[in-house]
């Protein structure tokens, strides 16, 4: 019996000692009526030498594949050294840190994350993680809305640059408080600054940037972020935490900084694993820490006088507040933030920094190789390490043309942005070798020499 | 001995370079887009760094090195192989946007599982995309609210929850924009049917139960429950917070409700990881399939052979919408996957058994002992409750006091001070995977702490000693905020 450690002398020792004639009797009080003695739709037992033989048969099915797809979910190099401290059954098999004493290695780890956090978004306070970027971005919507009190109208501001489906969750997450998302259009890939003229005078209680775009390209966040707090709006970022070992952190922006960031930590030595279990980040002001959703560390001593860690602000959260709580989250992502800390830690500031740069290059190698094709151009720059490729025929014949040989050519906007007619959202990052860009520079053009143009 | 920050091991200009690109390549991104300074984060070796977050790990206690009889959490053993099997690598190279021809293999897993989970369940369908049992009441909620103004019931707005609910049950209805409505428990344990009779009416949208309950027992009227809430119009949810006391007993689509959530990372094994990642896969009847969160793995048959694809707001367009970026916790997902298949339809009525035969025998084992049990009359479900407010009234030894004092003794503690209706309580949860000795060791331990309650009760106010810190100051944490470490020399803390 698999993880079943009884003997048969336990059971009946064990019966004995409650009284009751068989295990059968300890379900007494479940109505006869709805009691079931068997589960047809689920199959025999395999042992773990035939599930090893499905799964690994499974995963080959599925192996071998060369990505220039990003979109929200990047393939980076991960240590060695990440995932075997990170699944270290003390890690893996602890649960949330509730009897601090005896999680003073979960604390202590969550405690140096917000720190390396706070240093990459140049705010005051992170939490402990949220489920994903889209749900962290979700919830800063919803924490915006909270904390800023100047404002009475649920509407939050949020750039067409912001990646599609995390505005589509948001949607999903917020409508039932009547809160609305109302779009700023893009000019040339990044929000466009000059289109915020039309929200002057109007109530929001924030202002939402991607950074870089779901495009690719790089906002100037400054502008942006004055607007909105002249105006007495909050400001959000969500930003590829990666892309802040190069870029400006959100606490910098404009005169006064962001007011939160969020985002995927997905980059930070998690991987792609079919998107997710990735975690959320989230970060913000001093000033707004009280509205922030999740679980937060923080540093005391014990009664000895020594540094130990501890949840604190729980007063925030549904287990005390119940229908008053910040969020109903509880269960967050902590794992992926074990492997994320370890990860930083192995990289340090200069590691992400080199990190990113070879993104940037290798997708600039992409894009310039692309650009000398006939009927292809890059759309906008500057952009990090996703470009846009316009075309002169569907996209989608480039990305079946290049499946077939087992590269993933990239992300498909015609649905999401039709404004760009046929566009197609390239990545390439360090993982990529000039060999891979080569060959795919190959068979795209390939493709383009034997499909119609549009 | 205490461990130092990683910040306080690091020292400017060391790096474990073999992990980034050696040669920085120009660039021509404009300066103003640039960061001036580097982000504060740690200059370590390899093995710096290695044995750091070893020592920490050895800092905690977890399923592979404690008893952890945490109530409502289901702590149960985590099979390797789950992990192991999880983690090949084209598994974690698969990118979630990747074409469904490179995803076969994944979507055949995901396809059976949601088959499984709907059929452990007596439901019609699921949707695996939740990434957390809160997460799951979220999508269960807004599934509610969506049938209901899909008939034109927009007032109904107030989600019913029993007083001994999780805190998640009354959060998500805010979430949801709908009002909790809490009602009392009886006595025995089960709902105060009266008190729910007066609650429903043309403004209940619909009601959240556990059950068994956090009570730990199981509700035995909830079909007529079920029909007091469907004849005013409402929905039933079910969090499965407690499936474990009863997989392969009973199903919740018997029992009459429309909507549920399984926490997988309880019932189905999967790591609790030091606080995620969870699983909330939610299953629902027919009634409310076109409601379900996407994207769901559907199956063609394409020139005779099976294919798997994804369902999206095409083929769902009554769909809550979306609730993560791509599918939720995949990886989690395979590990239940894999966890079903080794237990098999023989092992899965195993884990309620077993699951129930552990908690009935730690119950009466402390009731021997001389401990009261919430509801001795009843039979446990896989959790029970003991009630220490009368050892708390001789001695002043109180429930936190025990949960320390157990740590010493090398036991997690069990869930503390809930539910909150029964006083200095422990809510137990001993798992089918434990053996009798650990079961009897910890009866043992509680009874030792309790009989210095009464010779020594200092001794007891004392623990934790053998943990890594001892008693930390939570007031302290609170008025003294101190939530990331900032450099000596850095004026702005």
């Not at chain 2, 300066?31 to 001036?36: G, P, T």
Request: glycine content about 8%.
């Amino acid at each position: 019996m698999p993880y079943i450690p009884h003997t048969d002398k336990d059971v009946a020792e064990m019966l004995a000692g409650i009284g009751a004639s068989s295990t059968e009797d300890l379900f007494d009080e479940i109505p006869v009526g709805l009691r079931v003695d068997d589960l047809p739709g689920v199959p025999e037992a395999l042992t773990e030498a035939e599930i090893t033989r499905l799964m690994r048969r499974r995963a080959r099915r599925d192996g071998e594949v060369v990505s220039f797809l990003g979109a929200g979910a990047y393939e980076h190099y991960i240590p060695a050294a990440v995932w075997d401290v990170a699944t270290r059954g003390e890690f893996y098999s602890a649960y949330t840190p509730y009897q601090a004493e005896a999680s003073q290695g979960t604390l202590q780890l969550i405690y140096e994350y917000q720190t390396m956090m706070t240093g990459l978004t140049g705010l005051d306070v992170s939490n402990a993680s949220l489920y994903d970027g889209a749900t962290a971005f979700a919830e800063a919507c919803l924490m915006a809305v909270r904390a800023n009190r100047k404002s009475k109208s649920g509407r939050v501001l949020v750039s067409r640059g912001v990646n599609p489906i995390y505005r589509s969750v948001t949607d999903a997450i917020i409508k039932g408080q009547g809160i609305e998302l109302v779009e700023i259009p893009l000019r040339d890939g990044r929000t466009d600054v000059d289109a915020l003229a039309q929200f002057d005078g109007q109530d929001f209680a924030a202002l939402c940037l991607q950074q870089p775009t779901f495009l690719g390209t790089i906002e100037e966040a400054d502008a942006i972020t004055d607007w909105a707090h002249e105006r007495n709006i909050l400001v959000i970022g969500s930003c590829n935490p990666l892309s802040l070992a190069l870029l400006k952190a959100p606490g910098d922006w404009g005169e006064n900084g962001a007011d939160i960031a969020c985002g995927e930590g997905q980059p930070l030595g998690i991987p792609l694993s079919s998107g997710g279990p990735y975690f959320g980040y989230m970060v913000c002001r001093t000033q707004l820490q009280r509205q922030m959703p999740g679980r937060i560390v923080g540093g005391t001593l014990d009664i000895e006088g020594r540094v130990g860690y501890t949840l604190t602000l729980q007063a925030r959260e549904q287990h005390i507040r119940r229908s008053k709580a910040t969020s109903n989250i509880c269960t967050n992502q902590g794992l992926m933030v074990t492997a994320a800390t370890i990860h930083m830690s192995l990289l340090g500031a200069e590691g992400l920094r080199r990190v990113a740069l070879a993104c940037h290059a290798n997708t600039r190698m992409l894009a310039d190789a692309l650009a000398k094709i006939d009927g292809v151009s890059i759309a906008f720059g500057p952009y990090f390490h996703e470009a846009v490729v316009q075309l002169d025929r569907p996209a989608q014949s480039i990305i079946e043309a290049l499946g077939s040989q087992k590269i993933l050519a990239g992300y498909d906007l015609s649905a999401h942005y039709p404004e760009l007619g046929s566009a197609l959202l390239v990545c390439a990052t360090e993982a990529r070798t000039s060999d891979d860009i080569g060959a795919y520079v190959a068979a795209f053009e390939d493709a383009m020499k034997k499909s119609q143009a549009a | 001995m205490s461990e130092p920050l990683i910040f306080e091991i690091s020292q400017r200009g060391r790096r474990a370079p073999s992990h980034a690109p050696s040669d920085v390549p120009e660039h021509d991104l404009p300066a103003d887009l640039l960061r001036e300074d580097p982000p504060l984060l740690p200059e370590v070796s390899e093995l710096q760094v290695v044995r750091h977050f070893t020592r920490l790990s050895q800092r905690n206690f977890s399923i592979d090195t404690e008893f952890y009889p945490l109530g409502s959490c289901t702590m149960k053993y985590n099979p390797k192989a789950c992990n192991r099997l999880a983690m090949l690598p084209e598994f974690l190279e698969r990118h979630p946007l990747g074409a469904v021809e490179h995803g076969q293999g994944f979507l055949e897993c995901m396809y059976e599982l949601q088959d499984m989970l709907a059929a452990v369940t007596g439901m019609a369908a699921t949707s695996l995309t939740p990434m957390a049992g809160a997460q799951g009441e979220f999508a269960g909620v807004a599934m509610i609210r969506a049938y209901h103004d899909a008939n034109g019931d927009h007032e109904r707005r107030e989600i019913i929850v029993p007083d001994a609910a999780h805190g998640t049950n009354p959060a998500t209805a805010t979430m949801c924009g709908c009002v909790a409505v809490e009602i009392p428990t009886g006595a025995d344990g089960d709902i105060d049917m009266d008190a729910l009779r007066d609650a429903v009416g043309p403004q209940t949208a619909g009601i959240m139960l556990t059950n068994p309950s956090t009570l730990g027992v199981f509700e035995r009227k909830i079909t007529e429950v079920a029909k007091i809430v469907h004849d005013a119009g409402g929905l039933l949810y079910y969090d499965g917070a407690n499936l474990n006391a009863i997989l392969g007993r009973a199903f919740p689509g018997d029992m009459g409700f429309d909507v549920m959530h399984l926490n997988l990372h309880k019932t189905f094994s999967t790591p609790h990881g030091g606080g995620g990642p969870g699983s909330g896969a939610v299953c629902v009847n027919e009634r409310l399939e076109p409601f379900l969160p996407i994207p769901v793995v559907g199956k063609k048959i394409v020139d005779g052979e099976d294919r798997y694809v994804w369902l999206t707001e095409a083929d769902r367009p009554r769909s809550i919408g979306r609730l993560s970026a791509f599918m939720g916790n995949a990886g989690i997902l395979l590990r239940a996957y894999i966890y079903m298949r080794i237990l098999g339809r023989e092992g899965m009525r195993r884990v309620s058994e077993f699951a129930t035969l552990n908690a009935n025998y730690l119950m009466k084992r402390l009731a021997d002992l001389g401990f009261d049990v919430a509801f001795p009359e009843r039979r446990a479900s896989h959790e029970f409750i003991v009630s220490l407010k009368a050892i708390t009234s001789e001695t002043g030894i109180t429930a936190m006091d025990f949960a320390k004092a157990l740590l010493d003794r090398g036991f997690h503690a069990p869930t503390t001070y809930f539910p909150l209706l029964i006083p200095e309580c422990l809510l137990i949860e001993p798992t089918e995977t434990e053996a009798r000795q650990d079961l009897d060791a910890f009866a043992n331990a509680l009874a030792e702490i309790r009989d210095l309650a009464r010779s020594d009760p200092d001794a007891v106010k004392a623990a934790p000693m053998t943990t890594p810190v001892r008693r930390l100051d939570d007031v302290r944490a609170a008025r003294h905020l101190d939530l990331a470490w900032r450099p000596a020399d850095d004026a702005s803390q």
